[in-house]
């Protein structure tokens, strides 16, 4: 039966896996296996159940890993027929009859494998139900098998117990090999110091306090640091206890998982930053202005509109300039690239019009643009008319003319009426040519606009298609990358598992729900 914590954490995992299947190859290569690993590691943990809660002891040589797992399980392997591996390998003791899938999703031989029952301790081992404790190599073994089995172990665990001496405490390939890299993870972290019966009680507490101190250097905050002896068993019941706490908290089986997530998501985060401040027409028109003037497109307009005014022949539009069509498009990706990773950036560029193809598409567009010279469809009627009063005006001015002056017979007044009408005529010619002028004038100014209009019209088509529209894209994708992201993270980080107070249970949950006071201030006063 799938639980809300099954269920929240299935969905925290479906959100990265969308994620990655997003980014693909624009993410890089660590990180997208780093993610690709903790979406894996936590569906198989979910396939197996969250029923279990897997404790890992972990040190180095001599911490006394083997000693404590033998008291904290209360069995002598000796006793049992089974050693202490010399070899690679890890030791579980399960208190589950049902762990045995589990076990070999982690990886244990089955001639490591444990399982407990009441009938070996007789007090009460129902307390630590479902808990399986494993016995890591050394990770600062000679062998490097050794290192391998802890590195790979580590990730698929709880709850990790970190085992140290008051010798080696503070060693250096620990807390920069392994300690530092649990950040994120402190929910489900305890440090044992081990051996604490060879250091006198008046050091012990400034012991403690140092490996807190260096807990906190690595980044570390709340980790609980729990003294204890294998040898005496002082200390042991604590750690005892503090399994039984995590047993009992149901959402500590899945902290590890949910951490991982948190942890991944983090480091996905991290190649997909907020926002960009990027708008697609603000973008276009940026680079509008630059395209549209290596294209000459102004010019042409402006032989368009004196080729309708004088009537000649329409100009042609050549090929834009390749260089500036080239700086335009290297522009475009610094501007809309600057706040994106390589990855990213190297999508944004495979995605958006090379040069010669940004360049062909622009000429092909400008093709389409109306290049008409034709003039005004009243033109050639003023044209006629003008010139036929002008003619017939001459006429009839010089026959006026000359009736005045006596050389061609003509009755008063008819010199002068025919001299007036040849001057009337000639007036009205030059009023025709006038008018035939400015409709031409006002023709060309509105098909210069007109060719203006179309062809930034063209070319901004291009720009948005070819540029704009595939690096909204991108930018889109980056988007979801990044809310997916957002949602495979924890909303409320969980509490360190810190001893000092008692975890709610399931019991406590519903009881707080009924007895006055909330379950923290029971805890609270129960510290």
């Known amino acids: 039966m799938t639980t809300s914590h099954d269920a929240t954490l299935q969905a925290r995992t479906d959100a990265l896996a969308s994620a990655l299947d997003l980014a693909g190859p624009r993410l890089d290569g660590a990180t997208a296996r780093r993610v690709a690993a903790a979406v894996e590691g936590v569906r198989q943990r979910l396939a197996l159940g969250v029923d279990h809660t897997v404790v890992a002891l972990a040190g180095g040589t001599g911490s006394g890993k083997s000693s404590l797992f033998n008291k904290v399980s209360r069995l002598s392997f000796a006793d049992v027929g089974v050693k202490r591996p010399t070899t690679a390998r890890v030791t579980a003791c399960s208190w589950s009859a049902e762990a045995e899938a589990l076990l070999d999703w982690i990886g244990v ?12 301790e007789g007090d009460g081992a129902g307390a630590l139900s479902g808990l399986v404790l494993l016995d890591l190599p050394d990770h600062d073994s000679v062998e490097p098998a050794h290192r391998e089995v802890v590195d790979r172990v580590l990730p698929l665990v709880d709850l990790l117990v970190w085992v140290v001496d008051p010798q080696k405490y503070a060693d250096d390939a620990l807390h920069s090999g392994y300690l530092r890299a649990q950040v994120g993870s402190e929910s489900s972290m305890v440090v044992l110091l081990n051996q604490v019966d060879t250091v006198p009680e008046t050091q012990r507490q400034n012991l403690v306090e140092d490996l807190d101190r260096l807990l906190a250097d690595d980044g570390l905050e709340g980790v609980h640091v729990q003294p204890v002896s294998a040898r005496t068993g002082e200390g042991v019941a604590r750690v005892r206890e503090i399994l039984e706490e995590a047993c009992e908290r149901r959402s500590v089986a899945a902290g590890r998982a949910a951490a991982e997530l948190d942890s991944a998501a983090v480091a996905l985060l991290a190649q997909v930053p907020s926002d960009t401040p990027w708008q697609l027409d603000a973008a276009v028109d940026r680079e509008l202005e630059p395209v549209v003037e290596a294209t000459g497109l102004d010019q042409v307009a402006n032989q368009v509109g004196a080729a309708v005014r004088n009537g000649y022949g329409a100009p042609d539009l050549p090929a834009p300039d390749r260089d500036a069509i080239a700086l335009s498009r290297a522009r475009w990706l610094t501007r809309a690239g600057a706040a994106l990773r390589p990855g990213w950036q190297r999508s944004l560029a495979e995605a958006v019009a090379g040069s010669d193809a940004l360049r062909a598409d622009v000429t092909a567009a400008l093709r389409d643009v109306d290049l008409d010279v034709r003039g005004p469809a009243s033109s050639r009627l003023l044209r006629r008319a003008s010139w036929a009063c002008l003619a017939v005006g001459a006429v009839l001015a010089v026959v006026g003319v000359l009736a005045l002056l006596g050389v061609v017979p003509l009755d008063d007044p008819w010199g002068v009426v025919v001299t007036v009408a040849g001057v009337v005529l000639v007036v009205a010619a030059g009023v025709l040519a006038a008018a035939r002028t400015s409709l031409r004038r006002r023709l060309a100014s509105r098909r210069t606009a007109q060719v203006r209009e179309d062809g930034r019209a063209a070319v901004r088509r291009v720009l948005v ?9 991108i930018l889109g ?33 519903s009881a707080s729900s009924t007895a006055g006071g909330s379950g923290q201030d029971r805890a609270d006063a129960a510290v």
């Open 109 to 120: 031989d089955r001639e490591r494998r444990i399982a407990h029952s009441e009938d070996l």
């Open 465 to 473: 298609a070819r540029l704009g529209e595939p690096t909204q894209r």
């Open 477 to 509: 994708e980056q988007r979801q990358v990044r809310e997916s992201a957002l949602a495979a993270r924890e909303e409320t980080a969980a509490r360190p598992l810190t001893g000092a107070l008692r975890l709610p249970t399931g019991a406590d949950t």
